[in-house]
């Protein structure tokens, strides 16, 4: 359910042509949830690539490795576990036909995290993924589909039909969450993905196993 005022990523000017370098903005969506940060850290992208072209072969400038050491390469586990939770709605909505519970999702990703890597109890591991959900939770579709397609991240910058690929995955999380999961007791109020952006009709997915919906199931 969206509230009455949506946000969209800026991927077009006023006259509807695409902006300078929208894999830069992605980027900047799937590192910082807070818009205004989003056109922030897109600016200094751009900033750097006329400052120090690729073609020129120079190293970073000390700001710019400042901004990936401190924002863009930051909080990857809180992304993936915001990412991993949308993707367990997908999967649980599928194995179920009924609208799934976010705090279901939210245990499955812990349990598997514990059943594949064996690091802590899925209890704690649980907190961990509720707070990356809550960090990440609006721009969740983004982080749902670097999970999905997780070579494709690497393969949108600079590659316009790799990053349209990219945002139809992720717009395609995002109207299942408008569809399945919004409700008045679950706000969602994503950064959304522009309409004009085709979203994926198919995601391909791995279906929960008989182990997995009983955990999901747990009281």
């Not at 120079?58 to 990412?83: H, P």
């Not at 790799?162 to 706000?187: H, P, Q």
Request: charged share 25%; proline share 6%.
């Amino acid at each position: 359910m969206s509230g009455p005022t949506e946000t969209y990523l800026r991927l077009f000017d006023n006259e509807g042509a695409s902006i300078a370098r929208p894999d830069f903005m992605v980027l900047a969506a799937i590192s910082e949830p807070q818009l205004m940060s989003v056109e922030h850290i897109y600016a200094t992208m751009l900033l750097e690539e006329q400052i120090n072209p690729p073609a020129a072969n120079i190293e970073m400038t000390e700001y710019a490795k400042i901004l990936k050491r401190n924002v863009i390469d930051r909080r990857i586990k809180e992304r993936v576990f915001s990412g991993e939770v949308v993707l367990e709605l997908v999967r649980l909505a599928a194995a179920t036909g009924k609208p799934p519970g976010v705090n279901a999702a939210r245990r499955l990703v812990a349990f598997n995290h514990h059943k594949h890597f064996r690091i802590g109890e899925p209890g704690n591991i649980k907190r961990e993924v509720e707070r990356g959900f809550g960090k990440f939770r609006n721009t969740s579709h983004f982080q749902a589909a670097a999970v999905l397609e997780p070579s494709l991240l690497y393969k949108l910058e600079g590659d316009e039909p790799n990053c349209r690929k990219f945002l139809g995955i992720a717009r395609a999380f995002e109207l299942f969450m408008d569809n399945n999961v919004a409700s008045t007791a679950f706000k969602w109020s994503p950064l959304r993905v522009p309409a004009v952006i085709d979203s994926l009709s198919t995601i391909k997915f791995i279906p929960l196993s008989d182990q997995e919906l009983a955990v999901a199931q747990q009281a």
